[in-house]
């Protein structure tokens, strides 16, 4: 596929992108791997493997990557991963499972400075727990 055609043999191919974080050994191999010290190389690769797989899963972030012109494919270093604008998480859904699998929570922020809260959907707790 073109949108992973610059990606490393490193990155999970495309075609396996699809059942990410599908089942709970998935997920548990994905805590596993980023909990823990990471080489350069390391981090690298799962940061841009994530990213693949959100920009493929989630409408707006896909605009915006082709916005900046940030696809997977055209970006070297996770450092080309562009950061998402706080107003997107105001104005847009960022989920990445779609309406058949709802989110399993969604934070929200305080909305103190333009009234408007951002959102956070998260499918399961468990990866962002690991992380914070």
């Known amino acids: 596929m ?4 610059n990606m490393d043999s490193n990155v999970l191919p495309a075609a396996n992108l699809t059942a990410m974080f599908s089942t709970p050994q998935e997920r548990a191999a994905w805590r596993t791997r980023i909990h823990k010290p990471l080489s350069e190389a390391e981090f690298d690769a799962a940061a841009r493997e994530l990213y693949a797989w959100q920009v493929e899963h989630c409408e707006p972030l896909r605009r915006l990557a082709k916005a900046r012109g ?11 991963i ?3 604008p706080q107003r ?3 104005e ?4 990445c499972h779609g309406e058949d699998e709802p989110p399993a929570a969604v934070y929200h ?6 009234g408007v809260p951002g959102r956070q ?11 914070v």
Request: charged share 20%; glycine share 4%; hydrophobic share 40%.
């Open 2 to 5: 073109e949108l992973y055609s």
């Open 70 to 80: 940030r696809l997977p494919g055209a970006i070297d270093s996770w450092r080309d």
């Open 82 to 84: 562009p950061a998402v």
């Open 88 to 90: 997107l998480f105001k």
């Open 92 to 95: 847009a859904m960022l989920y």
């Open 109 to 114: 922020t305080s909305g103190t400075t333009t």
């Open 121 to 131: 959907h998260l499918r399961q707790v468990d990866i962002y727990n690991a992380t």
